[in-house]
């Protein structure tokens, strides 16, 4: 039976994680329990065949929530349903259900380095993945056949070329391609890509990129693909999700997020992204201003003259009340700071929204 392409794989709703705080001196006498917002209230879904990008600065909770839909983390609330059925509420430390989830549901890691053990080759690594999961087959014959086959996908070929090879043989791609040919050693249905190419050479990460589209066309996998560059994310993803001190605050399909942003940080995150054409047009203005001096300087969100936003993230052990963007808003109002806004719907296509009071009863 075919697998209709728009298929649910993997769905979070209102996944929450907060790490508890260690105490020190004299705090250590105190009964008070400190946490660290690290995740509240998310939901997102992967479709099989699509691929979902989560986007935001450092420190926003991505990894943490691709570290808890691969069951790494305990979960403080939430649900987590893989093909329509719950998981269990902690972490599964090793045994057959864990297991049995990995199969399922493979993480990329940030850093191939870190992640693949610098005493082994690559052939170790990759047959030790496939022995876990079940598919090395019976004898040397099958397992040779099976190892160049997972290099042939990442497109590592000839295979003998890179068997006997340790991580500090490779390049930065090569080995992110060995890590991602350990994850298909699983022949995964999801793929949970945590910022893939942000420690690979700029030269080389749209190789990578392309590689994972092609294994989603290939293998019809549902790939939530974690960055902090929204310009990777209009590319390479069906869908974006914009994450910010914790929480979503946009989301829709990738080029009505990346060219119409509505929420005041997805601006802001658009805006900081290169764009050779505007600083083209940057130039031409100021150029134009004629030794005007500052007020001849483009603005911040919203363009030229727009308020631009100042300050830091807020701490996530005590967040702000009310939208957690406020504090570095330009157009905060009263209601912002008191009152957490829902998403509300941008436009008329029902797909596109921002949790964002400026849309409260706007359909525009």
């Known amino acids: 039976m075919t697998t209709p392409a728009a298929e649910v794989v993997l769905e979070a709703e209102g996944l929450t ?79 057959r259900r864990f297991r049995a989830y990995c199969r399922r549901v493979q993480l990329i890691f940030q850093d191939p380095f870190a992640s693949l053990n610098p005493v082994h080759n690559v052939e170790y690594h990759l047959t030790r993945a496939l022995r876990i999961h079940g598919r090395a087959g019976q004898g040397k014959e099958q397992l040779r056949a099976a190892l160049a086959n997972l290099l042939d996908r990442v497109q590592l070929t000839p295979a003998d070329r890179y068997l006997s090879k340790y991580p500090h043989e ?53 790939i939530l693909y974690i960055t902090h560059d929204i310009a990777s994310a209009r590319y390479f993803a069906d869908t974006v999700l914009v994450m910010y001190a914790g929480r979503m605050v946009e989301g829709g399909d990738s080029e009505t997020v990346t060219q119409r ?66 504090p570095r808003c330009p157009f905060v109002m009263d209601k912002c700071r008191t009152e957490l806004p829902p998403r509300l719907q941008v436009g008329d296509t029902g797909e596109h929204w921002a949790a964002c009071w400026l849309f409260e009863g706007v359909a525009a």
């Open 17 to 95: 994680k907060h790490f508890p705080v260690r105490k020190r001196g004299r705090a250590a006498l105190s009964r008070e329990v400190r946490v660290v917002h690290a995740v509240d209230d998310v939901d997102l879904r992967l479709l099989r065949g699509q691929v979902t990008s989560l986007v935001g600065e450092s420190g926003s909770g991505k990894s943490t929530v691709a570290r808890l839909l691969a069951q790494l983390y305990p979960r403080t609330s939430g649900d987590i349903r893989l093909h329509g059925e719950p998981t269990p509420l902690a972490t599964a430390r090793g045994g």
């Open 261 to 326: 942003p509505a929420h005041p940080y997805t601006r802001l995150l658009v805006e900081s992204a290169p764009d050779p054409d505007r600083l083209t047009s940057e130039a031409g203005s100021l150029g134009e201003a004629g030794g005007a001096g500052e007020a001849g300087t483009a603005g911040g969100v919203g363009g030229a003259g727009a308020p631009v936003p100042g300050g830091e993230p807020p701490s996530l052990i005590s967040p702000p009340a009310g939208c957690r963007f406020h």
């Open 170 to 222: 490779l390049s930065g791609g090569q080995r992110q391609r060995v890590a991602i040919a350990r994850a298909l050693a699983a022949d995964p249905e999801a793929l949970l890509a945590d910022e893939p190419v942000s420690m690979l050479d700029v030269s080389i990460r749209l190789g990578v990129l392309n590689l994972l589209r092609d294994l989603k066309e290939r293998l019809n996998l549902a």
